[in-house]
């Protein structure tokens, strides 16, 4: 009897370490998908932007690409100029008229920015706006 209760007991004991090991198995696989596409999302782009504008490459704090700008501080119903250049158009682009079609292609178009917002205590928040363009930005 006591072999027949010992061999019921290895038996629910390996039956609980297969389910157990299945489970960890399972949330493993999990992880290292969520991990995977992490890492898959930080290697991507966020997006490719096409517009007439950009930031001024080293003004501001601004990027290579002139899709951001350094962190600045901004008061409630205030406003801060910024350096902006024309782009040129897209390498797809074809012609010799391609800058004057890009140029009219934005012409009396608003600039959409982004801006990510931070304050102790809160988590960060976007506010996307349209700004009008001025009539002559800065041609380089």
């Known amino acids: 009897?006591?072999?027949?209760?010992?061999?019921?007991?290895?038996?629910?004991?390996?039956?609980?370490?297969?389910?157990?090991?299945?489970?960890?198995?399972?949330?493993?696989?999990?992880?290292?998908?969520?991990?995977?596409?992490?890492?898959?999302?930080?290697?991507?782009?966020?997006?490719?932007?096409?517009?007439?504008?950009?930031?001024?490459h080293g003004a501001d704090g601004a990027d290579a690409n002139g899709e951001s700008v350094a962190l600045f501080s901004l008061e409630?119903?205030?406003g801060r100029p910024f350096s902006i250049e024309r782009t040129r158009p897209p390498h797809w682009q074809e012609g010799n008229d391609r800058d004057a079609r890009w140029r009219d292609q934005w012409l009396n178009v608003p600039m959409r920015l982004v801006f990510t917002?931070?304050?102790?205590?809160?988590?960060?928040?976007?506010?996307?706006?349209?700004?009008?363009?001025p009539e002559a930005p800065r041609v380089r």
């Open 1 to 56: 009897m006591a072999t027949f209760s010992t061999a019921a007991l290895s038996a629910v004991a390996t039956a609980g370490a297969w389910l157990a090991a299945r489970r960890s198995a399972k949330t493993a696989e999990t992880l290292a998908r969520i991990e995977q596409d992490r890492w898959h999302a930080e290697l991507l782009l966020d997006g490719q932007v096409w517009g007439p504008l950009r930031f001024t």
């Open 117 to 133: 917002c931070r304050r102790e205590s809160f988590k960060p928040w976007t506010v996307p706006c349209d700004v009008e363009v």
């Open 76 to 78: 409630v119903g205030k």
